[in-house]
T-cell receptor, first 114, second 111 residues
Framework: DVKVTQSSRYLVKRTGEKVFLECVQDMDHENMFWYRQDPGLGLRLIYFSYDVKMKEKGDIPEGYSVSREKKERFSLILESASTNQTSMYLC?????????????FGQGTRLTVV | DAKTTQPNSMESNEEEPVHLPCNHSTISGTDYIHWYRQLPSQGPEYVIHGLTSNVNNRMASLAIAEDRKSSTLILHRATLRDAAVYYCILSVSGGYQKVTFGIGTKLQVIP
């Protein structure tokens, strides 16, 4: 059974903390994505990566960075967490560029910044 | 990027067919039409995708208009488990474009 696994389902962090959200896929996919989901706004793309050590900004990259040191792992980093980064974060992966074939999503991490 | 427009919400009775519409009037010739759904407290899951011809799989059917400016996801017999948010998105073959999901259609299935 193919899987995208996010390290935490729920996370509570304090304002100003550095936060790491981890995502691992076991399908040998080239492409990985980080989205955030907020009520009324749908899923918005933060960053994506099409190869190890490669990354591209999505629609809302401000306040975030990413790391892809190994093919199977894509990390989202909040350098200094703020309350407006309270959200559901979703990781996805695909075998083909973009979202042109079936994308597999993780279960999501609900992050609360207090 | 080409955009899609979907109704915010729809209702269906259990065991009846459901037709979920999506408008994409600015679609280009290389855009694929994809549908995903998101069950409560889960990440989105793939449903179906197509380019020009109608498509069927075990989950649903996708009917694409001849001019490709609209499409319809068809659930042949709605069950309570089909209650979810359904997203229609466009994706260009071979590109690394930024695919963004809109707010989708929230489908309520009435027992």
């Amino acid at each position: 059974d193919v899987k995208v696994t996010q390290s935490s389902r729920y996370l509570v962090k304090r304002t100003g903390e550095k936060v790491f959200l981890e995502c691992v896929q076991d399908m040998d996919h080239e492409n990985m994505f980080w989205y955030r989901q907020d009520p009324g706004l749908g899923l918005r793309l933060i960053y994506f990566s099409y190869d190890v050590k490669m990354k591209e900004k999505g629609d809302i990259p401000e306040g975030y960075s990413v790391s892809r040191e190994k093919k199977e792992r894509f990390s989202l980093i909040l350098e200094s967490a703020s309350t407006n980064q309270t959200s559901m974060y979703l990781c996805a992966s695909t075998v083909a560029p973009g979202l042109n074939t079936e994308a597999f999503f993780g279960q999501g991490t609900r992050l609360t910044v207090v | 990027d080409a955009k899609t427009t979907q109704p915010n919400s729809m209702e269906s009775n259990e065991e009846e067919p459901v037709h979920l519409p999506c408008n994409h009037s600015t679609i280009s010739g290389t855009d694929y039409i994809h549908w995903y759904r998101q069950l409560p407290s889960q990440g989105p899951e793939y449903v179906i995708h197509g380019l020009t011809s109608n498509v069927n799989n075990r989950m649903a059917s996708l009917a694409i208009a001849e001019d490709r400016k609209s499409s319809t996801l068809i659930l042949h017999r709605a069950t309570l488990r089909d209650a979810a948010v359904y997203y229609c998105i466009l994706s260009v073959s071979g590109g690394y474009q930024k695919v963004t999901f809109g707010i989708g259609t929230k489908l309520q299935v009435i027992p």
